[in-house]
């Protein structure tokens, strides 16, 4: 079964700076896609990027930015220019296109952005 | 344009009570569905989805239940609600062949 796994429960950054996000996943599949989710205090699930394996140029949205290894099973999230905005917590999350039709989920981690 | 609804936005029921959440989505036809539960400063945990009408499939055996009597309906049930019931319950759907997942505003649920 594929595991998604986010080891920083917690992160805090000054605004204006930059962060990064990482996660790793365990699949033996060769064709997925990966996401980034972002869940304010509002609690809504916003995606904010979205990686397909096959591609092996990195996935870009405005400010976010993914770096994807492939081979490394690697897929953190960067995210340049820190607003307050972006406090949130962040979930990775895993989707295996040829079974089922699921998305696993890390169990994210709390980024804060501080004036 | 694609809209999903949930109610009730907030629930405090009593330990032993029954819960219906109902999920619905507009302006698409037979998308996926699929609830999860999230504890407090928590990740998400699937609890069931389903591809059709009719067909519930279930991640987590526990005293809930979930039933889609209509293409575009979802509903979340129990019979006796305990107290390790209580979280954000969240709805999500997804186009067929597709895997984004778009997410309700979710439902607060505290059992006391």
């Known amino acids: 079964a594929q595991t998604v796994t986010q080891s920083q429960p917690e992160m805090s950054v000054q605004e204006a700076e930059t962060v990064t996000l990482s996660c790793t996943y365990d699949?033996?599949?060769?064709?997925?896609?990966l996401f980034w989710y972002k869940q304010p205090p509002s609690r809504q699930m916003i995606l904010v990027i979205r990686?397909?394996?096959?591609?092996?140029q990195n996935a870009t949205e405005n400010r976010f930015s993914v770096n994807f290894q492939k081979a490394a099973k690697s897929f953190s999230l960067k995210i340049s220019d820190s607003q307050l905005g972006d406090t949130a917590m962040y979930f990775c999350?895993?989707?295996?296109?040829?079974?089922?039709?699921?998305?696993?989920f890390g169990k994210g981690m709390k980024l804060t952005v501080n004036p | 344009s694609q809209t999903i609804h949930q109610w009730p936005a907030t629930l405090v029921q009593p330990v032993g009570s029954p819960l219906s959440l109902e999920c619905t989505v507009e302006?698409?036809?037979?998308?996926?569905l699929y609830w999860y539960r999230q504890a407090a400063g928590r990740g998400l945990q699937l609890l069931f989805y389903?591809?059709?009408?009719?067909?519930i499939s279930s991640e987590v055996p526990q005293n809930l239940s979930a039933s889609r009597p209509q293409d575009r309906q979802f509903i979340l049930s129990s019979k006796k609600l305990l107290l390790s019931d209580s979280g954000f319950y969240l709805c999500?759907?997804?186009?067929?062949?597709?895997?984004?997942?778009?997410f309700g505003p979710g439902t607060r649920l505290t059992v006391l």
């Open positions: 999500a759907w997804t186009p067929k062949g597709w895997n984004e997942q778009f």
């Open positions: 699949t033996s599949e060769s064709n997925y896609y």
């Open positions: 990686q397909e394996a096959y591609k092996q």
């Open positions: 999350a895993f989707y295996d296109r040829g079974g089922s039709e699921k998305l696993v």
């Open positions: 302006g698409t036809s037979n998308p996926n």
């Open positions: 389903s591809v059709g009408i009719g067909q």
